[in-house]
């Protein structure tokens, strides 16, 4: 059948902060699917901080490549609906998850290992969710969330949780499941309402870190140190955290979107970790997919409860996934931010 | 009694590098003991980096604080012989262990906790090993190296360790229990003697950091990338173990020398623990004082059958301990650094 879709490509890489004049749409004819191969129709696709590592020639080592100028982003993620398929297993109709978002549609082959396993084409047993959540809550943001915790024993609760950017995808959901793990919760935010939205949505502590210095915001709200940091900022939230903590202290890294428009600087302050017997742990989603099934069932319940919030930033199709790209990096989403596809 | 005694005391903080001028040894009356105290005869003292962060008005938080100016310098280990005893558990002749060195003679409270416990006042059940051992690889240097690569896990052999200041008393041992556990070991350091004694001496790879730079040299040897990492350096050194280590690797943390007389700076490639999953572990010797018998059970046998080399630099005489302190740091002594007294 002849089909055309739009996708997104890389016109260039951004120098400093992130435009939409950095990428283009494209009208492109959709492929048929070859024997094995599954066309998917993306309903929502993923905007994620991660994403800006890879808009540039020199992309981190051991992380995901950089997208090459001019081509379909590969490696995005995307929920879709099956609407024609080659390959056992997947039938038209099927609510799929897969890493080929930022296009219309998506010829996937089932057997690819996509972003290290998160990504490979798998149909979503929906139940009462709604798709988009396995972009979020359900999907690499939850797991991600819920790793970080469980790689530095945050999990049993007692102790107190500092968890930085707070309000995106992955620190409103490490936030809570600290939280209703039995955590005392600090939360941090850039502005006032998202702060507002940390106290009155998700009960926990919060405070504007543009408001006052880091030291001494921690300091009010923990005055007996934290226990352990969730970070996805790094830079200065990296080197207040190492000086809030405790001995024995332990740090969660997921990322460090401070870093990613500048020139990266370590911690100045790491001897620290040496003096107060400190861990600092890295960790990708991907690598900790064996959590993903319990992830998915705590979550799941917490949802249905209403225990916990998923809150969402959304930009009305395709097109403006660039603008949804740049709005987040800068700040001004709150929740998950993802791109409903007409 | 009336008996005098010499005690070295800090003039003031070295600006830069470190010099004999910054201390001052004082002639002083030794104080009786009193009931529950025990009169010490220092027979050798320890000569360690973390001093130099002693030597500061601005000794890091959480670690032990700067010696006073004008004073005895206490929390430096040191073995002696005890001469008079008021307290239980100890009569003259037993050979002790204790905080009070850099100075003839100690009035010892065997009830004080010092240094974290690993310098309270303790007898010494030498059997066939030398005093000095227990200032060394029976001592807190032993415990520094063994602790260290128990929390990192990499006691069990089959892996590719790294080992910076490999010639120093500390890294000496890692880099021997390492291999002595089973596994492939790279040792560096800054002098092509020292590199010849680890080869020869020590059975291990190694390499000069000071020539070529520590990257290529550490694709040469590990051109699979090192499994973990025992840092005594800190700087450029952890910066090259990032950027070699394998996925789900780790660091061992147990000081940043390379810090000590600069303003320190982290790692800019810290996002590396983030792709590829590693683990940064700081320890201090001080909270693992569990795995002290099991180190010296089994540190004690590796010296008996010779497969663990103790390699001494000793200065006579406690006038040379400031001269000793500069030598060690600049990096002109090998193995543990000891002054004698005489």
Request: hydrophobic fraction near 40%; include cysteine.
């Amino acid at each position: 059948m002849n089909r055309a879709g739009r996708e997104v490509r890389v016109r260039r890489y951004p120098a400093g902060a992130v435009t939409p004049d950095d990428f283009e749409i494209v009208e492109v004819p959709v492929a048929d699917p070859h024997p094995g191969q599954v066309l998917v129709r993306n309903t929502w696709t993923s905007v994620d901080p991660g994403l800006r590592l890879r808009l540039r020639p020199d992309a981190p080592a051991g992380y995901f490549p950089a997208f090459p100028l001019g081509q379909a982003m590969d490696g995005i993620m995307a929920v879709g609906e099956v609407v024609e398929s080659r390959a056992e297993g997947f039938v038209p109709g099927d609510v799929v998850s897969h890493a080929q978002g930022w296009r219309d549609y998506a010829v996937v082959d089932p057997g690819a290992t996509q972003l290290g396993g998160i990504g490979t084409l798998s149909r979503l047993d929906i139940g009462d969710a709604e798709p988009q959540w396995y972009l979020g809550a359900l999907g690499g943001m939850g797991l991600t969330a819920y790793a970080g915790l469980h790689v530095i024993d945050a999990l049993d609760g007692g102790e107190t949780v500092w968890v930085s950017a707070a309000a995106g995808a992955v620190g409103s959901l490490a936030a809570q499941i600290a939280k209703l793990r039995g955590n005392r919760v600090i939360a941090s935010a850039g502005t006032d309402e998202k702060v507002d939205w940390l106290r009155e949505a998700l009960g926990v502590e919060a405070f504007n870190y543009r408001r006052g210095d880091l030291s001494s915001s921690l300091r009010e709200l923990a005055p007996g140190g934290i226990d352990a940091y969730f970070d996805s900022v790094g830079g200065d939230h990296l080197e207040a955290a190492l000086d809030h903590l405790t001995g024995h202290g332990r740090v969660a890294m997921c990322g460090s979107i401070s870093d990613y428009e500048s020139e990266p600087r370590g911690p100045r302050n790491l001897f620290l970790a040496v003096s107060r017997n400190l861990m600092l742990r890295g960790f990708r989603a991907s690598s900790n997919l064996h959590l993903m099934a319990e992830m998915r069932e705590q979550l799941s319940a917490w949802l249905g409860s209403g225990e916990l919030v998923h809150r969402e930033t959304v930009f009305a199709d395709l097109e403006q996934a660039p603008h949804a790209l740049a709005e987040m990096i800068s700040g001004r989403t709150t929740g998950k931010t993802l791109v409903s596809i007409c």
